[in-house]
């Protein structure tokens, strides 16, 4: 069936037999599946007859070649970066999203310290989980709209570069992922998938390793979906010819001692200092290995790498190369607010989600995505699950600059942790390594 677009030209397909054969469960043929997506993104396909066959997928799912068509279709839709004149391997990071989640900072200039390319195209922080913009954006002077030109030469010269992803890369995903979140259709696999691999691909890395989380602070709450979506997303990338693995890592607790932007810069300043906690430093170190290995250095020291100085080298000239100044003082906080050990005992859970939200009321995050951060805003926490502790000892602190904050972000962590007799059983941080 065809349809007659405005201005007379004829298009090949019908939105609603599309919606219709997924509705009804059948695999949707290819030429079909590339002209919706090109139709919504030339609005020729309404919201409401996306929102249907978004809400069709979700409930039926789709089949390994759709989501490869689906995503193929959304890099179509907008420009695609190269690197390949840079003369070296490039290799590339993408986390799901987690609480404390830091690690791209001392990560990027760690891997770029071995010689290969690590461009990361990021994003802003909404909801609870933070973004790296965000965090790195305390550092006074730094910019992170940068020209394809600049981080062409950044490549070329520090090594590492975390900058804004231009509006350019898959621009169907952004149509769709704003329509996703107002018709329920935000956790269909298939759609995350395509939604996250189209701008990991259209950004043009050789490799990839994704950071997949699982646990109450993750977007996937659930590890065997956390799994399904690992592997839908290593498929996609090896599809395209892009070297992808996945670690499936735990986000129960929140990652580190800090949550929130100037804090976290602090802390990752500490693991490119060859210190920092045990935690952000295994994470760091893991997935190091991991992108080093796709890059063919599977042999690369990287814990000596953090002690010798050689990441913060690639880390100061990274940030000067975005004119920021790595010895600026970070912003402080206005109002503290310390929470005690109500009795001696044992640190039980400390649940990611709700020290999340709290940090986002304290003003580390947005509600909106015109809204500003506070930099200086977050949690700073001084005690980890397993922690042995005595009656007024202190646990965390509430960063703000309004103390008329704090109300809210203590309502958000009522229940979220507790002293007891016994330590937690500890789950490992990396469960799983995911491979094509
Ligand atoms: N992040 C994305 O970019 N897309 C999704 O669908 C989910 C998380």
Known sequence: MSASAPGGAVEPFDAVDVIRIKRDGGQVPDDALRWMIDAYTREYVADSQM??????????????????????????????????????????????????????????????????????????????????????????????????????????????????????????????????????????????????????????????????????????????RARELAEAMVALGTDSGVATTALLTNMDTPLGLTIGNANEVRESVEVLAGGGPADVVELTVALAREMLTLAGQPDADVEAALKDGRAMDTWRAMIRAQDGDPDAPLPTPRETHVVTAPASGVVGAMEALPFGVAAWRLGAGRARAQDPVVHAAGIDLHVKPGDKVTAGQPLFTLLADDEKRFARALDALEGAWSIGAEAPASAPLVLERITA
């Open 51 to 224: 929102a249907a066959f978004a809400m069709s997928v979700l409930l039926n799912g789709m089949t390994r070649d759709e989501i490869r068509v689906m995503t193929d279709a959304m890099i179509a839709s907008g420009e695609r970066m190269s690197f390949a004149g840079l003369g070296k391997p490039t290799v590339d990071k993408h986390s799901t999203g987690g609480v404390g989640d830091k690690i791209t900072l001392p990560l990027a200039p760690l891997v770029a310290s071995f010689g290969p390319a690590v461009p990361q195209l990021s994003g802003r922080g909404l909801g609870h989980t933070g973004g790296t913009l965000d965090k790195l954006e305390s550092i006074r002077g730094w910019r992170a709209a940068l020209s394809n030109d600049e981080i062409f030469g950044q490549l070329q010269d520090v090594g590492a570069v975390i900058c804004a992803a231009g509006t350019g890369l898959a621009p169907a995903d952004k149509r769709l992922y704003a329509l996703r979140d107002v018709t329920g259709t935000v956790e269909a696999i298939p759609l995350i998938a395509s939604s996250i691999m189209s701008k990991k691909i259209a950004e043009g890395t050789d490799a990839l390793v994704l950071d997949v989380k699982f646990g109450s602070g993750a977007f996937m709450k659930d590890v065997d």
